[in-house]
C-alpha cells in the first residue's frame, strides 16, 4: 500500500539524514567555513503546484470590459507610453510554455526578510503528476522536469524556511465542472443548473485527491531530505483554494440572464453559484485539511479569503474611464472570458493581481505566526494587505 511505503521512505530519510549528521561532525576548516557561509544565507521559500499558486491572471489588477487605455489600466502587461501589449513583463519566460509564473505570484507577494529567496516552481494546469518524483509516477509537464525533482535540485546547498504547496483542484476536475456549470447556463434551449449532476459526482471524487495531495506532500518531503533537509527543519504548508464565485444572493446581476456573462464575466444560474461557493470549494477545503494533516503538514484555509471580492460580487466594481482599478473597488479574481478578447481563458476564474498579492499575505502572516493550521480572511472594504489569520476551524 501507498501508505506503508511514504512511512518507509520517511524512515529512510530519517536515517540519511542522521548519517549526514554524523559524517558532518567530522569537517575540515574549509568546510566548516563553508558550512557558517551556508548558514549566513538568507532562507529560501518555494512554492509548488498548480495555477491557483503559480500566479496564473496576475496580469490583470481587476476587471474592465473598456478596452481604452489597457482595459481602463487593468492589463498589467500593457505599456501606455507605447501602447504595446507585452505578457512577459508579467509572466517572463513561463508564459512561452503556459505555466504563467507571473511576478505577482503568492510566493514573491508574500513579506519576507530582506534577501530571502523565493522560488516559484508551480505550474498552471498541473495535477499532482507533475509534481510527484518520476520513481512514484511524475512526470514532465509543459516541457519542465516534475517539480519535486526540480525542488531537489534547487535547495540542495541552500537553507529552507518553507514549501508550500497547491494541489488537488486539477486532480479534482475544478476546471470542467465550472465549464459544464458555465456551459449549461449558455444554452438557448433547455439550460439548467448542474449542481444537482456535478455535487454528487464530486464527492465521489474527492477521495482521489486527497490520496493525490497526500503523495504530492510525501514526495515533496522526500526530495526535501535527499536535498539534505530533514522534515522539521522547514516548514511545509498545503494551501486551499478561494472561492472566485460568491453565492447566488450576492451577484451584482440580478436575474438569471445573458448580461452575467456579456458584462459581469460570471455565466452561472444561482444554484450554482450558491453550490459553489457554499458547498463545493468548502469541501475541497476540508478535503485538503485531512491530507494535510496525515501527512504533518499545516494547512492555509483560504476558502474565504476572497469573500466579497469575488467576480460579480455585489461589493466590487469593474473598471471603467471613472473608475480606476483598485485593491479596496476591484474583483480580486479574474472574470471568465473565452481568449477570443482580453487575455487567455485559462487565467479565467483565477486570483489576479490584488488576489495574488492578498494570498501572498495569508503566506507571510502564516510564516510570522508558530506552524499551526490557519484559515485567512480579508478585511471588508479593505485592500489586499490587510488579510488575517484565524483559526482553520472558526465557521
Known amino acids: 500500500m501507498r501508505t506503508s511505503r511514504v512511512r518507509g521512505r520517511r524512515r529512510v530519510a530519517v536515517a540519511t539524514a542522521a548519517v549526514a549528521a554524523l559524517c558532518g561532525a567530522g569537517l575540515t576548516q574549509g568546510g566548516a567555513v563553508q558550512a557558517q557561509s551556508k548558514a549566513a544565507e538568507a532562507p529560501w521559500v518555494v512554492s509548488l503546484g498548480d495555477s491557483f499558486i503559480s500566479g496564473e ?26 501602447g504595446t501589449t507585452d505578457e512577459h513583463r ?39 503528476t507533475a509534481i510527484l518524483l518520476p520513481e512514484h509516477g511524475g512526470s514532465p509537464f509543459k516541457s519542465e522536469p516534475s517539480q519535486a525533482q526540480q525542488l ?35 444554452k438557448p434551449i433547455g439550460g439548467k443548473p448542474c449542481a444537482p449532476d456535478q455535487a454528487p459526482e464530486v464527492k465521489n471524487r474527492l477521495p482521489a485527491m486527497r490520496t493525490a495531495a497526500v503523495n504530492t506532500l510525501a514526495d515533496v518531503t522526500t526530495a526535501m531530505a535527499r536535498a539534505g533537509h530533514p522534515a ?55 478535503t485538503l485539511g485531512s491530507a494535510a494533516k496525515a501527512s504533518g503538514a499545516e494547512f492555509l484555509d483560504l476558502s474565504r479569503a476572497f469573500e466579497g471580492r469575488e467576480v460579480c460580487s455585489t461589493t466590487t466594481v469593474h473598471a471603467g474611464p471613472d473608475q480606476r482599478p483598485s485593491g479596496r473597488t476591484s474583483e480580486w479574481v479574474r472574470f471568465v472570458t473565452t481568449g477570443a478578447g482580453q487575455g487567455q481563458r485559462q487565467e479565467s476564474l483565477h486570483p489576479n493581481y490584488y488576489g495574488q498579492v492578498a494570498l501572498g499575505s495569508c503566506l507571510g502572516l502564516q510564516l510570522d505566526r508558530a506552524p499551526g493550521d490557519r484559515r485567512c480572511d480579508n478585511t471588508p472594504g479593505q485592500g489586499p494587505r490587510a488579510m488575517r489569520l484565524n483559526p482553520a476551524s472558526a465557521s
Open 57 to 82: 491572471a496576475g496580469r490583470w489588477s481587476g476587471n474592465s470590459n473598456d478596452s481604452a487605455g489597457g482595459y481602463s489600466g487593468t492589463d498589467r502587461a500593457y505599456d501606455p507610453a507605447t
Open 90 to 128: 508579467v509572466y517572463s519566460a513561463s508564459y512561452d510554455n503556459g505555466c504563467n509564473r507571473s511576478d505577482s505570484a503568492e510566493v514573491h507577494s508574500a513579506p519576507a526578510p530582506a534577501g530571502a529567496h523565493r522560488l516559484n516552481l508551480a505550474c498552471s494546469g498541473a495535477t499532482s
Open 152 to 186: 531537489q535540485k534547487a535547495v540542495t546547498g541552500h537553507p529552507v524556511r518553507a514549501v508550500v504547496v497547491s494541489v488537488g483542484g486539477n486532480d479534482l476536475g475544478f476546471e470542467d465542472v465550472i465549464l459544464a456549470c458555465g456551459t449549461n447556463f449558455l
Open 232 to 286: 522539521g527543519s522547514y516548514r511545509l504548508i498545503l494551501q486551499s483554494y478561494p472561492s472566485p464565485l460568491p453565492d447566488g444572493a450576492r451577484v451584482r446581476y440580478p436575474g438569471e440572464k445573458y448580461d452575467r456573462l456579456t458584462d459581469g464575466g460570471c455565466p452561472f444560474f444561482d444554484k450554482d453559484l450558491t453550490w459553489a461557493h457554499d458547498q463545493l470549494v468548502p469541501e475541497i477545503s476540508t
